[in-house]
């Protein structure tokens, strides 16, 4: 792994990737770059836990990840489960609308050191976040989130459980932020959420359909177990005095571990850190208010890994790819961070994986640098047994990009019968595709390409950093135009998001009551603010969009969907693309030097790209239950929308026919 911060070097590869005795095919890169390999002989995973109790976040959190510490320490993955983030009515639908400010934190700290937000859900006040590094994400997948309310017998998600699950390097890996009843009388009520939550989170798939069924499991949360018996008096001077281990057997996680079932096999590394539990905010004192709580140990990271017993096909053989081997590295509070009145936790975990997936199932090759565009050609083979879509895609990102959606544009995946034909002729391994000039970013920076894969909405192949030095145009330009003129300039936009089912342009040829658009699950109903870097230009994820913008905003309304289809049609240059099914608010375009309103029957209004769906994903429970509806499976791109841009650019064909 790169060490920390550091920015990634291209690997050079081969000179060319044509098979032996066949010449390259005409206009194909000389010098391609394949999709990098992932070394994780022992990865690092890295969890924290933080109770914020609805307090703003902090300007910095580097030191809570325990980023910046050597290249030896650099973690591979990172998860993040808070509790108590803001929720009260108004705090909500403003996240239903925007990514909620500690999300956008994490995001922000953790893209300069090359994490990519993998996975994100939501429940009221309980999030949880997994990232992880740039090159391991064509290794990351099946990945689902499931989320159970335990509060108020079921009816409220102030307390409960979100997870995210995901297969790593071919390992099931489950991660579950859990936020369990307060108060020292409630253990037993803790013991019945616990194991309601594992009851009821199900996973589709044959293969760990359970938490429990995973091969390793991350348990962690706010998990609210006390110190039972010993006076308040003496629980401070044991702190005082650090004889913590004269606090431990009195601890009811501790006690429980040894008594329950239900937590059998659970692993805790020793708690050599004061309790956690309750605070002045602002201040590293014990609770000094009237109700003086005593010191507690509520933050908690456990881990388990799947018994070799369980789960035994056929020939009393794992199905698995092997036993993991787990030690933890680190485990302690942070005192340093007072906003709330816990203290956050954090663990690093040493993962020896028994085998691992050495072959990305998308190998993307491209030239080392683009000087010029008619080198912006992009080839892939996918390995055998890969489920290719036509709602496949691949998107170009600067380095240090935040989450799938962050791209600069994209082009589709998806070849004509025409093309196979002629694949099959030439007897050609790979596929080619090519970026319009109007699509590329201008000036020079270092970018990164990756495969999405609409099947298991997560990204199936990248390559290494390559460089684009284009020059800058002089005549012509317009705010969307600028998009990518700088590696060091972003937009300070806002992304719109759609409701579940709308689509966005398609670069393919217009059929009625279709659509294609790249698209990422469960993220529907939320913008997402620019980070503080990303100040600048607007970014384009369509090579056709590239038409000059009005500089006034418009006013977004919620979206709604609509009951009916609409059929008509429009276009936008180099590009026709059907309606579907969309959102109710209005959008502004440009149109041959005029400005006009597009209302929501009109495709324009439901086919931005900007107002698709981000994070991959999400699952805003509490916002699909107000609406009434379900979490839908597709999502689709969106684009950073500049100040001076509206948020509707191009047409959305409806979903009819097969693609």
């Known amino acids: 792994c790169p060490p920390s911060g550091g920015r990634c070097s291209p690997r050079r590869s081969p000179a060319t990737t044509s098979r032996p005795g066949r010449a390259p095919r005409p206009g194909l890169p000389a010098c391609p770059k394949p999709s990098p390999a992932s070394s994780l002989p022992a990865g690092r995973i890295t969890v924290v836990t933080w109770n914020v109790g609805t307090a703003m976040p902090p300007n910095d959190v580097t030191s809570l990840l325990h980023l910046n510490t050597g290249e030896t320490n650099d973690a591979d993955m990172i998860a993040i489960g808070l509790q108590e983030v803001n929720s009260k009515i108004n705090k909500r639908l403003k996240d239903a609308l925007f990514t909620d400010q500690w999300s956008e934190l994490f995001m922000d700290v953790l893209s300069p050191f090359h994490f990519v937000l993998v996975s994100t859900v939501r429940m009221q006040g309980v999030i949880l976040l997994v990232f992880a590094k740039y090159y391991h994400l064509p290794f990351l997948q099946d990945i689902q989130t499931d989320c159970t309310r335990t509060g108020l017998g079921g009816y409220w998600g102030n307390k409960g459980g979100v997870s995210v699950r995901l297969s790593i390097f071919g390992h099931m890996v489950c991660f579950l932020n859990c936020h369990l009843p307060a108060h020292l009388e409630k253990a037993e009520q803790r013991k019945e959420d616990f194991a309601t939550i594992l009851h009821m989170q199900q996973f589709e798939g044959r293969v760990a359909s359970g938490i429990l069924d995973h091969d390793l499991v991350f348990w962690f949360g706010d998990l609210n177990f006390r110190i039972e018996s010993l006076d308040i008096r003496f629980v401070k001077y044991a702190i005082d005095s650090n ?21 059998s096999g659970f692993q805790e590394g020793p708690l050599n850190f004061p309790p956690t539990f309750k605070f002045d905010v602002g201040t590293n004192k014990y609770d000094s208010s009237a109700k ?112 799938p959606k962050d791209y600069v544009s994209y082009v589709w995946a998806r070849s004509d019968d025409g093309e196979r034909c002629l694949e099959k002729q030439l007897s050609v391994s790979a596929l080619q595709v090519m970026f319009s000039e109007e699509a590329l970013p201008k000036g020079k920076g270092e970018y990164i390409l990756g495969y999405y894969s609409n099947t298991s909405s997560s990204i199936a192949g990248v390559t290494e950093p390559f460089q684009i030095s284009l020059p800058r145009s002089e005549e012509g330009s317009s705010p969307t135009d600028s998009s990518g003129s700088s590696s060091e300039e972003e937009d300070d936009s806002t992304l719109v998001l759609l409701a579940p089912k709308s689509r966005s342009p398609s670069p393919g040829k217009m059929k009625r009551h279709r659509s294609r658009s790249p698209s990422l699950a469960k993220f529907q109903g939320l913008i ?22 009005p500089r006034d905003i418009p006013t977004i309304h919620l979206p709604q969907e609509e009951p009916g289809r609409h059929g008509a049609k429009a276009k936008e240059p180099g590009q026709a693309a059907d309606s579907q099914e969309g959102s109710s608010f209005y959008q502004t375009v440009q149109e041959q030097g005029s400005t006009r309103r597009i209302s929501a029957e009109n495709p324009l209004a439901r086919a931005d790209p900007r107002n698709l769906g981000l994070l991959p994903a999400l699952r805003l429970e509490m916002i699909d239950q107000a609406m009434g509806r379900e979490s839908a499976d597709q999502g689709y791109p969106c684009r950073r929308m500049s100040p001076t841009s509206p948020p509707g650019c191009s047409t959305s064909p409806k979903e009819g026919s097969s693609p």
């Open 243 to 263: 004889i913590l281990s004269q606090l431990w057997e009195k601890d009811q996680l501790n006690i429980a571990k040894s008594t329950w079932p239900v937590l």
């Open 528 to 549: 997402l603010r620019p980070s503080s870097r990303d100040r600048g230009t607007s970014r384009s994820p369509s090579p056709q969009s590239r038409q000059g913008l």
């Open 292 to 403: 003086k709580r005593k010191p507690a140990w509520t933050d908690r990271i456990l881990w388990k890994i799947k018994s070799p017993s369980v789960g035994l096909g056929a020939g009393r053989r794992r199905p698995s790819r092997g036993i993991l081997s787990v030690s933890q590295l680190c485990y302690c509070s942070h005192m340093e961070y007072t906003v709330s009145d816990h203290k956050p936790v954090a663990a690093i975990f040493a993962v020896q994986f028994a085998s691992k997936a050495d072959k990305a199932p998308v190998e993307i090759y491209v030239a080392d640098e683009w000087s010029r565009p008619e080198q912006a050609v992009v080839r892939y083979k996918m390995a055998a047994g890969f489920h290719r879509s036509s709602w496949d895609w691949i998107g170009l990102y600067r380095v240090g990009f935040r989450h």
